[in-house]
């Protein structure tokens, strides 16, 4: 009996020692939390993108007309497409993001698809501004048919 009382007297100092040095190893951290608050972005249109006006060539085949370059495939009689151009202010020498969808220009005749390109970023200066070219790629269809087409494009600029 007696080894039995040892060694439940063994065991609780043990249970408590235990419990002791559990103790003895928590601790308190701290960690540092903040916001930053910066002026909100917009972006304007300065100069809208036109792809010109223009005929197909007599061969009737599919046109292409770039504004990167002012080239144009199967197309005559064309009038100077001029390259559209977005204002963007935000935060000052904040770098932001830049995209832009692709929709179809729309008339009476079948769509013509496009390809638009903006820069994938920019920096806006110490005053929080910059200006973005926004250009692009038509695809005209062969025959296509002689009317106005538009569309509108929706330009995002993010932080």
């Given at each position: 009996?007696?080894?039995?009382?040892?060694?439940?007297?063994?065991?609780?100092?043990?249970?408590?020692?235990?419990?002791?040095?559990?103790?003895?190893?928590?601790?308190?951290?701290?960690?540092?939390?903040?916001?930053?608050?910066?002026?909100?972005?917009?972006?304007?249109?300065?100069?809208?993108?036109?792809?010109?006006?223009?005929?197909?060539?007599?061969?009737?085949?599919?046109?292409?007309?770039?504004?990167?370059?002012?080239?144009?495939?199967?197309?005559?009689?064309?009038?100077?497409?001029?390259?559209?151009v977005v204002s963007i202010?935000?935060?000052?020498?904040?770098?932001?993001?830049?995209?832009?969808?692709?929709?179809?220009?729309?008339g009476t005749g079948t769509?013509?698809?496009?390809?638009?390109?903006?820069?994938?970023?920019?920096?806006?200066?110490?005053?929080?501004?910059?200006?973005?070219?926004?250009?692009?790629?038509?695809?005209?269809?062969?025959?296509?048919?002689?009317?106005?087409?538009?569309?509108?494009?929706?330009?995002?600029?993010?932080?």
């Amino acid at each position: 009996m007696r080894n039995n009382q040892l060694r439940l007297t063994i065991l609780g100092v043990f249970a408590f020692v235990m419990t002791l040095s559990t103790a003895v190893y928590a601790f308190d951290g701290t960690i540092n939390v903040d916001a930053t608050v910066v002026t909100s972005l917009s972006a304007t249109t300065t100069t809208d993108l036109s792809f010109g006006t223009f005929g197909l060539t007599d061969n009737g085949l599919a046109g292409i007309v770039d504004t990167t370059g002012a080239t144009t495939t199967n197309i005559d009689e064309m009038t100077a497409p001029t390259v559209g151009v977005v204002s963007i202010s935000g935060a000052a020498s904040s770098s932001v993001n830049i995209s832009i969808d692709s929709p179809d220009l729309t008339g009476t005749g079948t769509n013509m698809t496009t390809s638009l390109s903006v820069p994938a970023t920019t920096t806006l200066n110490g005053s929080g501004l910059a200006s973005i070219n926004v250009n692009g790629v038509l695809n005209v269809n062969a025959g296509q048919t002689p009317d106005t087409y538009t569309a509108t494009a929706t330009v995002t600029v993010n932080y």
